[in-house]
């Protein structure tokens, strides 16, 4: 049957899209990350309890966690892709779609705001030339987001660079933090 046009537009061809990820799709367990993942099992009483770590493993290797990450770990896991996204959605954690290779949160909850919160996400963003939250910059470097609250309400403004707790990030202390990233 031949698909009707709308408003004069050829509709999307959703098929071949689909079609096209799923070929260019490479796997994420193989060789030694599978040989990982089979030692992870062995320390969890079900494959379900394994699904944090697996699928920060899958970020870990591909800096995000795709659709087909999702379905790659819900086939090793006996799991459905359903239920690992939703996982995946509730964990902020997990990024949906790549992001920088440092990843910058900055707490801006009431008691950081109040501390000048504010202006640490601004210093941020005008030194690592992303310019608005969410958004990497040129370069691939660089995504800054707001969170909330970190757990060092004493020591605003915190951030987590990557995997790294900052404390006590004020604006003028931005440009040293940056230059020191490789
Ligand atoms: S409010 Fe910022 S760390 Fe708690």
């Not at 089979?38 to 770590?53: H, V």
């Not at 995000?64 to 239920?83: F, H, I, K, N, R």
């Not at 992001?99 to 501390?115: A, D, L």
């Amino acid at each position: 049957m031949t698909a009707e046009l709308v408003g004069g537009l050829e509709p999307p061809d959703y098929a071949s899209h689909d079609r096209a990820a799923r070929e260019q799709y490479d796997p994420v367990f193989t060789g030694d990350v599978k040989r990982e993942l089979d030692e992870l099992l062995t320390r969890y009483p079900t494959k379900m309890a394994a699904l944090l770590p697996a699928l920060w493993i899958v970020q870990r290797v591909r800096g995000w966690v795709s659709d087909q990450g999702m379905a790659e770990v819900a086939g090793q896991l006996d799991l459905t892709p359903a239920y690992v996204k939703g996982v995946v959605t509730f964990y902020t954690m997990y990024h949906q779609h790549p992001v920088g290779k440092y990843f910058i949160q900055v707490c801006t909850t009431s008691p950081c705001g109040i501390c000048g919160a504010e202006d640490v996400v601004k210093a941020f963003l005008r030194h690592t030339n992303t310019g608005e939250l969410g958004i990497t910059s040129p370069e691939g470097r660089f995504t800054v987001i707001e969170v909330e609250c970190l757990g060092a309400c004493g020591f605003a403004t915190p951030v987590m660079i990557n995997e790294e707790f900052i404390e006590s990030v004020t604006p003028d202390k931005v440009p040293d933090l940056l230059a020191r990233l490789t």
